[in-house]
């Protein structure tokens, strides 16, 4: 049995489709960083692994799956782009690692697999790199040659907007998996794009609304509990807040788990929070500009505090440096 694993937001989708594309047959499951050592136990055969960060607290616990599914005779294909754990070796997991922080994992997995999928996957590539934010690379920008822009940032935009609506439904997520390597547009698709349409409808009563709600903590705005997609609401926090970084957060089982969006490329979010986030018995890390944290309910306020003394100090020394 060949697997595929990957994350379930519009890029992991995307990888999933290409890597499904050149592997046809295979199994498609979705997993997130903490979750994947457990989620590996399932597996035996080739696998390949798409945008999921190999996670610094539980690298070892990763290891010893990808050992075993590699002594069974697996073929091990590990492609993401977020940053590798701090001090990881070149070999220290099995497989082949496919990794860099400058290009979506779409774009990765459409490189690495491109001579066993039809040309026509560069689209899905591009899909995945506008849903993470990372078109403007010299790879993707080639691949957009071949297409009408327009035409394709409409497709992009309703995959999207339906995935932001799926929320965690899996089954969903795994037929536009098998959707999109089988070369079909989500256009034509009915369900993806009532809830595509659905969901823009709600986008904007949410935007109006968070510009009326958003709070500000010195450099960083933020929203609590709006029962949204936080990432969108980190967004739109940040704008109408007039910050450099938003936060879309929710409170979750005596938890609060946060999206994190940053307007400017001089402050690295995923270095500050996973500095950060565990002096506040957390966690936290993802992307310079997009990242995620998570803190127990009791300490957001302080974290809050800290994390706009982290953002102002490297404002500052910005401007020292200039
Ligand atoms: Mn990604």
């Known amino acids: 049995m060949d697997w595929i694993v990957a994350h379930g937001d519009t890029d992991g989708i995307c990888s999933a489709a290409i890597a499904l594309a050149a592997f046809r047959g295979s199994r498609v499951f979705f997993s997130h960083p903490s979750g994947l050592a457990e989620d590996l136990k399932q ?6 692994i798409c945008d999921i960060a190999l996670p610094s607290t539980l690298l070892n616990e990763v290891k010893t799956e990808l050992e075993r599914i590699s002594a069974g005779g697996g073929r091990i294909v590990y492609i993401d782009h977020h940053p590798l754990p701090r001090g990881l070796r070149e070999g220290y997991i099995p497989g082949k690692l496919v990794s ?20 026509e996957m560069s689209r899905v590539a591009i899909c995945g790199a506008i849903g993470d934010y990372m078109d403007n ?3 993707i920008r080639r691949l957009l040659l071949n297409w009408e822009k327009r035409s394709l940032y409409l497709e992009s935009g309703l995959l999207i907007q339906a995935i932001d609506a ?4 899996y089954e969903t997520k795994r037929r536009m998996v098998s959707f999109l390597s089988s070369n079909r547009t989500p256009s034509s698709d009915e369900e993806i794009v009532g809830k595509a349409v659905a969901e823009a409808i709600a986008e904007e009563e949410m ?9 500000v903590v010195g450099r960083i705005a933020y929203v609590l509990d709006m029962n949204w997609s ?12 007039n910050t450099p970084v938003g936060i879309g957060a929710e409170t979750r089982k005596g938890r609060v788990d946060m999206s994190i969006r940053s307007s400017s490329n001089q402050i ?3 270095e500050m929070l996973q500095e950060l986030a565990p002096k506040h018995n957390g966690s936290g890390g993802g992307h ?6 998570r803190v127990p309910e009791g300490k957001f306020f302080e974290f809050l505090e800290d994390f706009n003394n982290l953002v102002k100090e490297s404002e500052r020394k910005q401007t020292v440096e200039y």
């Open 230 to 241: 936080m990432g969108k609401g980190a967004v739109y926090a940040r704008v109408y807040g």
């Open 207 to 215: 935007r109006k609304r968070i510009k009326e709600e958003v709070r």
């Open 288 to 293: 310079a500009m997009a990242a995620g944290a």
């Open 268 to 270: 690295d979010l995923n």
């Open 166 to 169: 799926g929320g965690r439904d």
């Open 43 to 48: 597996v035996e055969g080739n696998i390949v």
């Open 137 to 139: 690379t010299y790879e």
């Open 100 to 119: 860099s922080t400058n290009s979506c994992a779409s774009e990765l997995t459409y490189m690495e697999f491109k001579d066993l999928v039809p040309a």
